[in-house]
């Protein structure tokens, strides 16, 4: 259990514009992980092995990409419990992202509103901070990074910046996550489209047998998908994922609906919502994958997940793991071990 209460240092966060406050917690994470301050949020983590796309996560939570986008403090989250971290989104070259401000809390519905635009440093100094890390895999945990394109490179070279991607950060990573979902980069979710996905997967899974010889390892991928998909979509979605031999998907992201915001303070502002109102739109994705992928079909789930009771629903409704993000700023590190040991309780 953590030292310090977690409704003193939100009180404190929250005070804070939000990617203020994301910035404060990324860097102190990062300078105090791996020292003995680490104790002010460490949790210890639960044990719950389970054997997912050929990879033993120690549980089934995990901590979704976006809130450490440049891979600086993995042994910092991974000390809170996690079964598994997932870094990123990284792009081949740095870039900002968009215009500030670019994240808004809605405190009452327990959601986030962002348009960050893949800001990250760049793909060299990603993987310099991932080789950094120490102790989180030493202890067993699976480390997930995440890739996407850059803003400036047009849609129709996009499997171009995929690939550059792909094999930078192959040799690091326990799986790699495909990002074709973010609503931050113009363009991106058309890639989510049968031909466009067609060809980035026959791509990908060619460059990863490629790799796969190269490195004497096999690194699963899986993909990323929006919340905002009708049932056909995911029909061609996950024809294409089997198609294509995909290790898993990871569903959802965040989602452009404002339904249930409507009327809250930022509601209309754009970019991505995540948090408790996207929890059953992500649900409904899930579901409808796990009845055209199959049982055995690696799947995991994303979206909404702010109890245990929740990341359990995730399991319900046909995930194998389970991640969050925008949860763990309104619950703290708590809801690790309490998202942890419901799901053990259910398996």
Not at 114 to 130: C, H, I, P, S, Y
Request: glycine share 8%; net charge positive; hydrophobic share 45%.
């Amino acid at each position: 259990m953590s030292l310090i209460p977690y409704a003193l240092s939100r009180t404190a966060l929250f005070s804070l514009d939000a990617e203020t406050a994301h910035e404060v917690t990324i860097d102190t994470l990062a300078r105090l992980q791996n020292t003995p301050a680490q104790c002010l949020w460490a949790q210890k983590r639960v044990d719950d092995p389970v054997t997912v796309a050929g990879l033993r996560f120690p549980n089934r939570i995990g901590l979704a990409a976006g809130l450490d986008k440049n891979g600086r403090a993995i042994d910092g989250f991974g000390a809170m419990g996690f079964g598994f971290v997932e870094v990123g989104t990284v792009t081949p070259k740095a870039q900002p992202g968009n215009p500030k401000p670019r994240m808004f809390r809605l405190p009452s519905a327990e959601a986030l509103i962002n348009r960050m635009g893949f800001n990250n440093d760049g793909l060299d100094a990603f993987v310099a901070n991932v080789q950094r890390s120490r102790s989180f895999r030493k202890k067993g945990g699976i480390l997930g990074l995440n890739i996407g394109k850059n803003a400036v490179t047009p849609i129709e070279n996009a499997v171009d910046d995929y690939l550059i991607a792909l094999a930078g950060v192959y040799p690091h990573a326990d799986y790699v996550t495909v990002n074709i979902s973010s609503p931050n980069t113009k363009n991106l979710r058309s890639l989510q489209s049968d031909e466009a996905l067609d060809a980035l997967l026959g791509a990908l899974t060619a460059r990863q047998r490629e790799l796969m010889a190269q490195h004497q390892r096999r690194v699963p991928l899986f993909l990323k998908i929006a919340p905002d998909l009708d049932e056909a979509q995911i029909a061609v979605i996950a024809a294409t994922l089997q198609k294509h031999h995909l290790d898993g998907v990871i569903a959802t992201n965040t989602t452009l609906s404002r339904e249930a915001v409507k009327g809250l303070r930022h509601a209309e502002e754009t970019g991505g919502l995540s948090g408790r109102p996207v929890q059953e739109a992500s649900n409904k994705v899930i579901r409808a994958l796990r009845s055209h992928l199959g049982p055995n079909f690696p799947i995991i789930g994303a979206g909404g997940v702010m109890s245990g009771a929740d990341a359990c629903a995730k399991l319900a409704a046909g995930a194998d793991l389970v991640q969050v993000y925008t949860g763990l700023i309104y619950r703290g590190p708590a809801l690790v071990p309490e998202a942890a040991q419901a799901m053990a309780a259910q398996a």
